[in-house]
């Protein structure tokens, strides 16, 4: 497996990770644990060693999964979890990024993680009654007293981050970025390559629709959260099929899938960019990782755009409520 380094103070990942938060949630029945435990480890055993989880998946279920699985091996990976998320709702925003309660989450989150650090250690959504100053503040804190080794910010914006990183180097950022989601590229690319700030993308197979296997005729299971995003309702999904089309014949030309070409593409944007797509699933584990051999050429590069560049895509990434939280 390719290594890649995120942020400027060396912490060294493989080019592609695993989310893991499907295992425990959004995506429809949860799995048993001995059945995701031997998933993260059959990621590790083929080179996998960066591995995304938060306190908020289950809730809390995710965290105690990946402590599991790791713990055998915890000083041959990288474990990112996040604070930030109101998982009791006593506040107004729908998140809490107090600095006591970063504190009291990171003790928590350690605990589960049965590991006496965290490598990453994100947030999950800005808090907009929080200055970031202050965040970012409470995160070196925890980072001088060994608990933490480096600060990520998820689904922030230009300004919050420039905020963060003058407190405590960020060293990434997760947000979604994919061929079906290019919003990233406009202002934020720019400004971590200025700030030499990594960047992991989730969602980097649209939720699965960018794999070729969701079509306007497919149903989700009551379960899958996929039922509330305007971008899975049944007419988007038509209109956006040419997509996925264009990509297949592609991928088809190259004797790859479809994944394979959506991830090889991002992994292709910038030297930086660590995708972190999930699964249950090992043959797609190995599809996926498949792709980081993926070699694109500039002329590849070039016919991926020009296929993509020319299908507008339809629906919103995220129900109204969800966007709400999400920073600009």
């Not at 029945?29 to 059959?42: E, F, S």
């Not at 230009?158 to 963060?164: G, L, T, Y």
């Amino acid at each position: 497996m390719k290594k890649r380094t995120l942020g400027k103070n060396g912490l060294e990942v493989s080019a592609l990770g695993l989310g893991c938060m499907g295992m425990s949630m959004s995506y429809g029945q949860p799995m048993a644990t001995p059945d995701a435990v031997k998933l993260i480890r059959a990621a590790f055993e083929r080179g996998v060693t960066f591995f995304d989880t938060a306190e908020v998946y289950g809730p809390y279920k995710n965290e105690e999964v990946v402590g599991e699985a790791l713990e055998p091996i915890r000083d041959q990976v990288v474990i990112a979890t996040k604070f930030g998320i109101d998982i009791e709702g006593t506040g107004t925003s729908g998140m809490d990024s107090r600095p006591e309660h970063i504190r009291a989450v990171a003790e928590a989150s350690l605990k589960r993680l049965r590991t006496d650090h965290i490598d990453l250690f994100y947030q999950h959504r800005v808090d907009p009654n929080v200055p970031m100053e202050d965040v970012a503040g409470t995160v070196k804190e925890l980072i001088q007293a060994g608990k933490v080794r480096h600060f990520g910010l998820s689904e922030a914006g230009v300004k919050n981050i420039r905020r963060a990183h003058a407190v405590q180097p960020v060293a990434a950022l997760q947000s979604e970025y994919s061929l079906w989601w290019r919003e990233p590229e406009e202002a934020i690319i720019p400004m971590l390559e200025e700030l030499g700030i990594g960047f992991v993308p989730f969602s980097p197979l649209g939720k699965g629709f960018l794999t070729g296997a969701i079509s306007a005729d497919t149903t989700f299971t009551r379960d899958d959260f996929r039922n509330t995003v305007p971008r899975f309702e049944k007419e988007a999904m038509k209109a956006n099929q040419p997509l996925v089309d264009a990509i297949g014949r592609i991928a088809a030309d190259k004797k790859l899938t479809p994944a394979q070409v959506a991830l090889a593409w991002l992994l292709a944007q910038k030297p930086w960019i660590v995708p972190i797509p999930g699964t249950t699933k090992l043959h797609r584990l190995e599809e996926n990782i498949g792709a980081v051999d993926v070699e694109l050429s500039a002329d590849d590069l070039r016919n991926i755009e020009q296929a993509v560049s020319a299908i507008p895509v339809q629906g919103e990434r995220y129900s109204p409520q969800q966007a709400a939280r999400i920073d600009r």
